[in-house]
């Protein structure tokens, strides 16, 4: 899948299989994350072994600034997200809107939480539906369980950004799951057995 070693090739010095090492070790547990990732943000499996393999062969020509011992999965993570903002911008040259950030009171409000049993097919096909800004910081605290900090260096924005837009992504994707017609059929059968 891929072939972010092919220009590298050449390099058969110690140091450099050394560092080579060093590389597939710390970043290659990541390669099922960061794709996974990649294609939900993305919505597209080919796009997405693009933007990973493009992100691996940035964090390879960028592996000498990596400091050992830091958070390797965080920083291919920001690398991931980097890349698919380039690419985004590349394939659609869409300008971005600035959109006003919704106050931190907001978060507070209360919201019940969606019927248990739903499908996965649901929750998935709500979760595509989500625009791109709420998605990427939902999949990187829910999914990926990275913390609110992680999530601003990933994304690079602030950290009451990143608090909005998931309490925004997450009151998108209940109203969306509670409106769901599986979800509507599972709560109409439930009554009729109760009825009956």
């Not at 999965?73 to 959109?99: C, N, Q």
């Amino acid at each position: 899948m891929l072939n972010w070693m092919n220009s590298n090739s050449a390099q058969t010095e110690p140091q450099a299989q050394l560092n080579l090492e060093d590389f597939e070790s710390a970043a290659m547990p990541h390669l099922n994350d960061l794709f996974r990732t990649a294609r939900r943000v993305i919505g597209s499996q080919t796009e997405a072994e693009d933007v990973v393999q493009e992100t691996y062969l940035q964090a390879w020509k960028s592996f000498h600034r990596f400091e050992p011992g830091t958070n390797c999965r965080a920083w291919l993570f920001k690398i991931l997200f980097h890349v698919i903002s380039h690419h985004r911008r590349k394939l659609f040259k869409l300008p971005v809107a600035d959109i006003a950030e919704e106050t931190l009171a907001e978060s507070a409000v209360y919201s019940p939480a969606p019927n248990q049993h739903l499908a996965d097919e649901e929750i998935l096909a709500a979760f595509n539906k989500l625009p791109q800004l709420y998605r990427a910081v939902v999949i990187l605290a829910d999914v990926q369980e990275f913390s609110y900090k992680e999530i601003a260096a990933t994304l690079n924005i602030p950290l009451g950004t990143v608090m909005s837009r998931l309490n925004r992504g997450r009151k998108i994707l209940r109203q969306a799951l509670s409106s769901s017609k599986i979800a509507a059929g599972f709560i109409a059968t439930h009554r009729l057995a109760v009825c009956h």
